[in-house]
């Protein structure tokens, strides 16, 4: 199930980070205002240009960045093409986005050649999709440099949903970081139908699945049905960055175990009730005051800067 449970999107880094102070690890915002001044908009007018061809690619930038991240830190690592480069590990499996930073990259060095990031471009692309979905924006510190590492072998630092609560946790924790969950997305029939029909083994569901969320769920993954069928993480509002998911998980109905567990242990059900119950329209206003400041902290992970690594000229090989 670790790969399955892989598939789904968009990861939460949720309430209780080790400190209340963000340190962006000798980051600065604005970094690009004079070599680079239009590398923000640029990344913005890709990942906006994608997005509205198809919205599932927000989410799929999200992950990708999440996944670079706590691989070698936020360096780029996991966009090198390579036989056993860090993209390939099963643990990547299903990772999207390439394309748009391939596109935001192949602009900004026909404007300004060798000097932005495709560790920034990530780190951008990854607030803007939030952004685009209706949630939260902020100001993003920049300066990263991309990594010279890019090893398949190392993506076992991913944290996997087939870890217990305790295990994914403490690997959160390694990189100053709590709770995990999704909040919009897709998965796969195939990676959740052993739920809905035989979870024990003599024909019953998952007893943690509520009796309303059981039918509507067997409706969207028949036994014989298409296994490949997509079927949204959130399903009050799967389109929207919200705290629908969190109520989900509270009510019984988050369709992924391994989310649905954030619920049984005593260590993560406190913030999934702060979320879900704490809501302003869409928006809960710890989360969207929390989300911001998890999303500074991910992307500042073991950052490199200032004459370490490089600025690829290509963001899936090495110089």
């Not at 915002?29 to 994608?50: H, L, M, Q, W």
């Not at 509205?52 to 360096?75: K, S, Y």
């Amino acid at each position: 199930m670790a790969i399955s449970e892989m598939s789904a999107l968009f990861f939460l880094f949720s309430a209780l980070l080790r400190s209340s102070l963000v340190h962006s690890q000798g980051l600065q915002i604005g970094f690009y205002d004079n070599n680079c001044p239009d590398a923000e908009d640029i990344v913005r007018s890709t990942v906006e240009k994608y997005y509205n061809n198809d919205a599932t690619i927000a989410p799929g930038l999200l992950r990708l960045h999440f996944h670079d991240c706590f691989v070698q830190g936020c360096d780029a690592s996991v966009l090198i093409s390579g036989a056993s480069s860090e993209r390939t590990a099963p643990q990547n499996f299903g990772i999207r986005g390439f394309e748009v930073i391939d596109d935001a990259k192949s602009q900004l060095e026909a404007v300004c050649s060798g000097v932005v990031s495709c560790a920034d471009i990530l780190a951008l692309a990854a607030r803007d999709a939030v952004d685009l979905t209706g949630g939260p924006s902020w100001s993003v510190p920049l300066g990263r440099r991309d990594g010279r590492i890019s090893s398949a072998s190392d993506a076992k630092a991913l944290p996997s949903p087939a870890d217990p609560v305790s295990v994914q946790r403490q690997k959160f924790a390694a990189q100053g970081l709590t709770d995990r969950a999704h909040t919009i997305g897709q998965t796969d029939c195939i990676f959740f139908r052993y739920r809905l029909y035989n979870f024990t083994a003599t024909g019953n569901a998952d007893p943690t699945i509520s009796p309303s969320a059981l039918p509507q769920l067997r409706a969207l993954c028949p036994p014989a049905g298409d296994g490949s069928r997509r079927v949204a993480l959130d399903l009050g509002s799967p389109g929207a960055f919200d705290v629908s998911f969190f109520k989900n998980v509270r009510d019984g109905g988050a369709v992924l175990e391994s989310d649905q567990r954030l619920w049984g242990d005593a260590a993560t059900q406190a913030a999934v009730q702060s979320f879900a119950g704490n809501v302003r329209g869409l928006f809960g206003l710890r989360f969207s005051y929390e989300f911001p400041k998890a999303m500074v902290r991910m992307s500042s992970i073991a950052v490199k800067t200032g004459s370490q690594g490089e600025i690829r000229r290509k963001c899936s090989k090495f110089n």
